[in-house]
C-alpha cells in the first residue's frame, strides 16, 4: 500500500519570500514522486518528479524538491514566491511494484496564496 | 495543440439522467484514465486503459462505465447520475504502457465540471 500526506491544506506567503509545501509519503517499494500544481480552472502541470536518480529535482519556475528516505519526505521549495504561484499543489507518488504498481496516489493538496 | 481534450466543460444534469464526458487525445498516448477531483481528498482514480480495448477499475469505479475503443479517445459515461457524482472530472494520458508503473508523466486535460440537481 502507499499514501501521501501533504502537511498543510493552505500556505500564506508574501512575495518575494521563500515557499515551502511539505510532502510526506509511505511506499512498500522504491517510489516515484512527483509535483503538480493547479492553476484556477485549470489542468494539472508538472512541476517536477524524482525517480531514483538525484535526490534534489529542479523543476520548472524555480521550483526544486528533495527527496529524503530516512524521513520519508518529498518538500516542495522556492527560493522566493511570485503572485504567479498562487495555485493548488498536488504531492504524488507511484510504486514500483506490489499490489499499488503503477497506481498514482495524490495528496489532499495545498493551496498557496501569495501576499503583494 | 497536441494535448488532451476534454467536452464538455461544464455540465448539469438532474438525478438520473445519462451523459458521457469525451476525451480526446492525439500524442498517440496508449494510456488514459479518468479522475475525479472533490475539495480536500485530491484526485481519485476511476477507470483507465493501457491500450486501445483494454478497460480497467480505479480506486472510486462505481457508477462509471468507460470504453476504449480507438488509441485517441477514451469517454466517461455516467448511466444513472446521483448528486454525489457533483465534482470535477479530469482525462490524463501517458505515453505508452510504462504509464501504468507512474514512472511517466500524466498530461492532463483543461477538466469538466459536473453538477448534479
Given at each position: 500500500a502507499q499514501s501521501v500526506t501533504q502537511l498543510d491544506s493552505h500556505v500564506s506567503v508574501s512575495e518575494g519570500t521563500p515557499v515551502l509545501l511539505r510532502c510526506n509519503y509511505s511506499s512498500s517499494y522504491s517510489p516515484s514522486l512527483f509535483w503538480y500544481v493547479q492553476h484556477p480552472n485549470k489542468g494539472l502541470q508538472l512541476l517536477l518528479k524524482y525517480t531514483s536518480a538525484a535526490t534534489l529535482v529542479k523543476g520548472i519556475n524555480g521550483f526544486e524538491a528533495e527527496f529524503k528516505k530516512s524521513e520519508t519526505s518529498f518538500h516542495l521549495t522556492k527560493p522566493s514566491a511570485h503572485m504567479s504561484d498562487a495555485a493548488e499543489y498536488f504531492c504524488v507518488v507511484s510504486a514500483?511494484?506490489?499490489?499499488?504498481?503503477g497506481k498514482l496516489t495524490f495528496g489532499q493538496g495545498t493551496i498557496l496564496t501569495v501576499h503583494p | 495543440n497536441a494535448g488532451v481534450t476534454q467536452t464538455p466543460k461544464f455540465q448539469v444534469l438532474k438525478t438520473g439522467q445519462s451523459m458521457t464526458l469525451q476525451c480526446a487525445q492525439?500524442?498517440?498516448?496508449e494510456y488514459m484514465s479518468w479522475y475525479r477531483q472533490d475539495p480536500g481528498m485530491g484526485l481519485r482514480l476511476i477507470h483507465y486503459s493501457v491500450g486501445a480495448g483494454i478497460t480497467d477499475q480505479g480506486e472510486v469505479p462505481n457508477g462509471y462505465n468507460v470504453s476504449r475503443s480507438t488509441t485517441e479517445d477514451f469517454p466517461l459515461r455516467l448511466l444513472s447520475a446521483a448528486p454525489s457524482q457533483t465534482s470535477v472530472y479530469f482525462c490524463a494520458s501517458s505515453?505508452?504502457?510504462?504509464?501504468f508503473s507512474g514512472a511517466n508523466v500524466l498530461t492532463f486535460g483543461a477538466g469538466s465540471r459536473l453538477t448534479v440537481l
Open positions: 514500483a511494484g506490489g499490489t499499488s504498481y | 492525439d500524442m498517440n498516448h505515453p505508452d504502457r510504462n504509464g
